[in-house]
């Protein structure tokens, strides 16, 4: 090799430099086993590494898991109980609420709620009662009992008692948050003088279309069925009279209790209401009476008596005339309804009527409903 001055490439690579034995190139299968299944493995795996402990961080603290709902929208905005009995002796019906479970919370959070009773159809605050306000808990108990006075078998065939849950908005500024749920039950289904008990789920809202009668009858359109819409609207209230000939006076002792569901005539959606008596015809100067006024009510309780005096026969032959009217200070008052009785007036009138002079010394309480025409008077 010292007689040649240089190597050519094949010689060149023809010399094995390395010391040692010649070790053979390695295959691209040796460093991809797994695209070679029938090549063996030439690299080692990684030896393992002992298990590191992992870091765990103080403990948080978890809210209260929320009460599980099923699908059904109504189960989730919970469930109330309450009782219902129509007092057919007395005209009343008693409707109690015991409880209200699981009930859905709002978006403000707040959880202080009341029941709030309608009569549909009907004029919306006048048949409007509430109970007082639970706070702070989901599962409000109220045990109280809300009353209707003035309610006959008639209501009870065609009525419809609505029940909303609601939160109180003394916290909240819109004054008129929706229901948290409600519901609604037809009294047709009662029986008279006997209570039944409830645990019905809530349901949402329901929005119809508003009716294009006058603002009173707002909410009458959820619930009403066809044909009651037109006597709902023309519906002006009722007067519960006592009357009683007494035989010691030697005349006739009226007696104005209370009146119920009254037509709202004020622009606050309420009345200033009182009462007219008027015996016709009567000369006298004992012939005209009224009850004092009871501010912003459309179910006052009035509790007054006034006497006619006179043989029986001769007020037989005569009409009491009892009128129910608005006070407007500074103007003129708004009639809101009436009602005649006499022996030739019709139904529950004339049989009223009758009875009382028909027997001394026995008082006879009626709920008469109020005629929203002007009364008509003859000689």
Known sequence: ????????????????????????????????????????????????????????????????????????????????????????????????????KGLKPPASGSVDTFVKANLLPGASKASQLRTHTVRGTRGPVWEETLTYHGFTLQDARRKTLRLCVCEDPWLRRQRRAPPLGELRVPLRKLVPNQAR?????????????????????????????????????????????????????????????????????DTNGYSDPYVRLFLHPNTGKKSKYKTSVRKKTLNPEFNEEFFYAGPREELAQKTLLVSVWDYDMGAADDFIGGVQLSSRAGGERQQHWRECLGHSDRRLEVWHPLDGAPLQLSD
């Open 1 to 100: 090799m010292a007689g040649r001055g240089r190597l050519s490439l094949q010689e060149h690579m023809a010399i094995d430099v390395s010391p040692g034995p010649v070790r053979p190139i390695r295959l691209i299968s040796h460093y991809f086993p797994r695209f070679y299944p029938t090549a063996e493995p030439a690299l080692r795996p990684p030896e393992p590494r002992p298990p590191v402990a992992p870091v765990r961080s103080a403990p948080q603290p978890q809210p209260d898991p929320e009460p599980e709902a099923d699908s059904d929208d109504s189960t989730a905005l919970g469930t109330l109980e309450f009782t219902l009995l129509f007092d057919a002796d007395s005209s009343t019906l008693h409707c109690t609420a015991h409880r209200a």
């Open 197 to 265: 008990s409830f645990d019905v789920c809530l349901e949402r809202r329901r929005l119809t279309k508003r009716p294009k009668s006058l603002d009173t009858a707002r909410g009458m359109s959820l619930y009403e069925q066809e044909g009651e819409a037109e006597s709902a609207s023309e519906e002006r209230g009722r007067v519960l009279l006592s009357l009683c000939y007494g035989s010691q006076r030697g005349g006739l002792l009226v007696g104005v209790l209370r009146c119920a569901h009254l037509a709202p005539m």
